[in-house]
């Protein structure tokens, strides 16, 4: 009988061994289940939550309040947080308001405009004075504007003078301003940043102020560098009256531009260079001192001038010897630089279409003879050649037209 007994004791023990080892897995099984459903709650709780508006703040008021520029379109006057620091709200700042747009609820990360990082941004390029034909006086007046300020400020400290703090470049399209300021980015190791001022006008829309602040504090970050806006008539023009909401915002825009051009000290490491092929509708408040007080004339390319911009543009073609660049540039009185590039690539192709691979005077002579007279009559090419051969670039207003 006691045998009997301890069989069922040691039956019972087992049986009790494996309920608790199944406790145990049912126990971890629970837990792996409560972690799964808070996982999907939370999932859930993420697809059921309203999306927050993101804006950028534009000024805090005095009473705590900030006005905002919301990315659905107006601008806000919106509450703040309480748990957001005032001090963190500069203008500039990309904030996230709640889902009806009255309050800032966080202070989003810093990210670069994706207007911004579109425009032109070029570390350090690759061009020299000695790759711009002529213009000496120019390129004396930048050197001492802006690459000695850029590369010697102490020297300006020493003298107790003050460079000037902007620089306008004016005159005919294609006679090399955009070239002289990259050079001059380029000669004073500093980035050139290119913005367009019509883009302001046509692509920002709604957002030039904005832009213009951000292009500033990139070219801060990216310091030494050089702004080049180039077409600054687009939104520096005289104003006759500002009636429509686009001309008030032309105006944010240029009081933007005035104000960072205000702020700056001449002798910092951002310098400014405007650009314009219509100086005469500019409005006297960029010309004021301490704004663009230096204004460059860049005119079309002299004889001797052309003699060597027809060189620089040659330099890596195998010529004929009878190629003869006085009387080349004896044959384009008028022409610009772009234009004389234009006349080069052409020739190039009239000896390529000869099979030759040397330039010959007569494949000069023949491209000059098309060039000029294209940019005597623009669209010569359409009658000539019939529809589907019109030029694939097209200088403004008349300038040379390139078939590449
Ligand atoms: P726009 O007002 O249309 O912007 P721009 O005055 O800025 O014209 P650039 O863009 O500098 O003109 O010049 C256009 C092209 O013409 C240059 O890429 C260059 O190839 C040629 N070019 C113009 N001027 C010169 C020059 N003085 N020396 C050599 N090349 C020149």
């Known amino acids: 009988m006691p045998e009997q007994d301890n069989s069922i004791d040691e039956m019972y023990r087992q049986y009790i061994i494996r309920l608790e080892r199944k406790l145990r897995e049912l126990e971890a099984e629970r837990m792996e289940l409560r972690r799964e459903l808070r996982r999907y709650k939370m999932e859930v709780d993420k697809l059921l939550s309203p999306p927050l508006i993101e804006a950028v703040v534009l000024s805090v008021l005095p009473d705590g309040r900030a006005v905002v520029k919301s990315s659905t379109g107006p601008n806000l006057v919106v509450n ?84 000037p703090k902007g620089v306008l470049l004016y005159g005919p399209p294609g006679c090399g301003k955009t070239m002289l300021a990259k050079a001059v980015a380029s000669m004073s190791k500093a980035t050139f940043i290119r913005v367009v001022g019509s883009e302001f006008v046509h692509k920002y829309i709604g957002e030039g102020a904005r832009i213009v602040r951000e292009v500033f504090r990139l070219a801060r970050k990216k310091a030494p560098s050089i702004v080049f806006i180039d077409e600054i008539d687009a939104i520096a023009a005289k104003r006759i009256d500002i009636g429509t909401s686009g001309e008030r915002e032309v105006q944010r825009t240029l009081m933007q531009l005035l104000a960072e051009l205000d702020g700056f000290d001449p002798l910092g490491d951002v310098k400014v260079i405007a650009a314009t092929n ?79 691979k040397i330039v010959t005077m007569a494949d000069f002579l023949a491209a000059i003879d098309k060039v000029m007279k294209r940019r005597r009559r623009p669209y010569a090419d359409v009658t000539e050649y019939g529809e589907e051969q019109v030029p694939v670039t097209r200088r403004n207003e008349g300038a040379a037209v390139m078939h590449m």
């Open 80 to 163: 703040v947080s309480s748990y957001i620091d005032p001090n963190k709200l500069t203008p500039g700042t990309f904030v996230a308001l709640n889902q009806r747009g009255s309050t800032i609820v966080e202070i989003l990360p810093q990210y670069e405009d994706p207007y911004v990082s579109a425009m032109e941004v070029v570390e350090r390029p690759r061009i020299s004075f000695d790759d711009i034909g002529g213009l000496e006086e120019q390129k004396r007046e930048l050197y001492e504007a802006i690459i000695l300020p850029l590369t010697k400020p102490g020297l300006f400290k020493e003298l107790g003078i003050e460079p």
């Open 278 to 356: 219509r100086i005469d509708i500019l409005d006297p408040a960029i010309l004021r001192p301490g704004r663009f007080d230096r204004l460059v004339y860049v005119p079309p390319p002299n004889e001797k001038a052309r003699i060597e911009i027809f060189r620089i543009h040659t330099r890596r073609m195998r010529l004929a010897d009878d190629v003869d660049f006085t009387q080349l540039a004896r044959l384009t009185e008028g022409a610009t630089g772009a234009d004389i590039r234009a006349i080069v690539i052409e020739a190039g192709y009239f000896a390529l279409r000869s099979n030759r």
